[in-house]
């Protein structure tokens, strides 16, 4: 499960990204880590197939609970009502510069790629009560984050961004993947370290 992100302005082009959803809007951009609720940059191709920068809220509301779905399994998203339409006009991609996990300890610990490259995390959107909600797939562990926790985000190749964006038939094999990423485990300082238990959130089965 992907409950917390970072999103860090100085790893490689999510500068770009930010100054690009800073024209979008100017205040309460939040950068840093990110939880879920918040107004976050997301990529999408437009109607020209050219990439595109929007800001989706992170978390599919539920009028019947106060909880948001933030994440969805990738091997099952087909079967969902819920995911299927989105999942073949609507799919993204959250631009991050890693993602957190807590281990048994509690303690916080933050996944990256090698060299400071940018990480990829497929998503969808939908458009709901007027607004774009957003929401993280999940598979699978890889052998770095297995003996943390038994899910994480679908993490997509910058190569396949543009099939996973504008490719069906491509976004679905990549549903199915064995993730093979390479990961540095970095723990955060315990005085900066934040409490999962305080999160609101649910994954679909």
């Given at each position: 499960?992907?409950?917390?992100?970072?999103?860090?302005?100085?790893?490689?082009?999510?500068?770009?990204?930010?100054?690009?959803?800073f024209?979008?809007?100017?205040?309460?951009?939040?950068?840093?880590?990110?939880?879920?609720?918040?107004?976050?940059?997301?990529?999408?191709?437009?109607?020209?197939?050219?990439?595109?920068?929007?800001?989706?809220?992170?978390?599919?509301?539920?009028?019947?609970n106060?909880?948001?779905?933030?994440?969805?399994?990738?091997?099952?998203?087909?079967?969902?009502?819920t995911?299927?339409?989105?999942?073949?006009f609507?799919?993204?991609?959250?631009?991050m510069?890693?993602?957190?996990?807590?281990?048994?300890?509690?303690?916080?610990?933050?996944?990256?790629?090698?060299?400071?490259?940018?990480?990829?995390?497929?998503g969808?959107?939908?458009?709901?009560?007027?607004?774009?909600?957003?929401?993280?797939?999940?598979?699978?562990?890889?052998?770095?984050?297995?003996?943390?926790?038994?899910?994480?985000?679908?993490?997509?190749?910058k190569?396949?961004?543009r099939?996973?964006?504008?490719?069906?038939?491509?976004?679905?094999?990549?549903?199915?993947?064995?993730?093979?990423?390479p990961?540095?485990?970095t723990p955060?300082?315990?005085?900066?370290?934040?409490?999962?238990?305080?999160?609101m959130?649910?994954?679909?089965?």
């Amino acid at each position: 499960m992907c409950g917390r992100y970072l999103f860090d302005p100085d790893t490689g082009e999510l500068n770009e990204y930010y100054k690009m959803a800073f024209q979008i809007k100017q205040d309460d951009l939040k950068i840093g880590e990110i939880p879920p609720s918040e107004e976050v940059i997301t990529l999408g191709l437009g109607e020209d197939h050219k990439l595109r920068v929007a800001l989706t809220t992170w978390g599919f509301s539920n009028h019947q609970n106060k909880q948001l779905l933030i994440n969805a399994r990738s091997e099952t998203l087909e079967e969902k009502p819920t995911f299927r339409n989105e999942f073949s006009f609507h799919r993204c991609l959250f631009p991050m510069s890693g993602f957190y996990e807590w281990n048994k300890a509690k303690d916080q610990l933050l996944f990256t790629l090698p060299e400071k490259e940018v990480m990829y995390v497929a998503g969808l959107y939908r458009v709901k009560d007027g607004r774009i909600e957003s929401v993280i797939l999940t598979t699978a562990p890889n052998a770095t984050v297995e003996p943390i926790h038994n899910r994480m985000p679908l993490i997509i190749a910058k190569k396949d961004a543009r099939s996973w964006l504008e490719n069906t038939k491509a976004a679905r094999k990549l549903l199915h993947k064995v993730d093979e990423t390479p990961l540095i485990i970095t723990p955060v300082p315990k005085k900066e370290q934040t409490n999962p238990q305080n999160q609101m959130e649910l994954e679909l089965e």
